[in-house]
């Protein structure tokens, strides 16, 4: 678990080499007029379902997981410019779609976000993003901008990107995504907070 020291003291993070998941939908306008880009309950329910029994499939995943957690360097995080450079770096390692991205700056409870699934806890994020990877085909995404901000309670960064991926099932859906993602951080600067949100609705990220 990561450890953060306090401020004006430099914040001690641990950085692991691990991995994150997870995607998100937002709305874009057509013809003039805005799309629902709400997502059907049923979808959110056929999600977490079969996100739930394909992790329960996978218990080999989890050895893996912990081996991977053991590598661990430390480094001295001064202030959210330094948490902006490590989240921009996760993005140069295409983070969405290898899994390979700095969980010691998240919470160990940080709440995830998307169009199609909300939960808790840095870990399960990290085995979510390892079940999700293997059905993406030709994947890429590009980082258009990143910038940090404040409002009334917390910091926090904003990223905007584009994801481009073809999805291993039988119609071979091409998702491709405007999206943005929220980072929330807490006083020590760990992200507690990962909500995404993408231009389509999440029916139309799996191709129908």
């Not at 079969?50 to 001295?76: A, M, P």
């Not at 870990?123 to 995404?141: A, E, G, M, V």
């Not at 999805?167 to 990962?194: A, C, F, N």
Request: include cysteine; aromatic fraction near 10%; glycine fraction near 6%.
């Amino acid at each position: 678990m990561a450890r953060i020291g306090c401020f004006p003291q430099p914040h001690h993070v641990l950085l692991p080499t691990q991995r994150i998941h997870s995607i998100q939908c937002c709305s874009g306008a057509s013809n003039g007029k805005k799309k629902d880009t709400r997502t059907p309950k049923f979808l959110k329910l056929v999600v977490s379902g079969v996100t739930e029994l394909v992790r329960l499939f996978s218990s080999s995943d989890k050895d893996r997981l912990d081996t991977v957690n053991r590598g661990i360097d430390e480094i001295l995080v001064w202030g959210i410019d330094d948490v902006l450079m490590i989240i921009k770096s996760d993005y140069e390692k295409a983070y969405f779609v290898t899994g390979l991205f700095t969980s010691a700056i998240y919470a160990a409870d940080c709440a995830f976000e998307d169009p199609t699934i909300k939960f808790q806890g840095r870990d399960l994020y990290l085995r979510n993003l390892k079940l999700l990877i293997p059905f993406f085909d030709s994947p890429s995404i590009l980082l258009e901008k990143i910038e940090k901000g404040i409002n009334s309670k917390s910091e926090y960064i904003r990223a905007s990107w584009k994801l481009r991926t073809y999805v291993k099932l039988p119609w071979r859906p091409l998702i491709s995504i405007d999206g943005s993602t929220v980072y929330d951080l807490d006083e020590q600067l760990r992200v507690i907070r990962h909500v995404e949100s993408w231009n389509i609705s999440a029916l139309e990220a799996i191709g129908f």
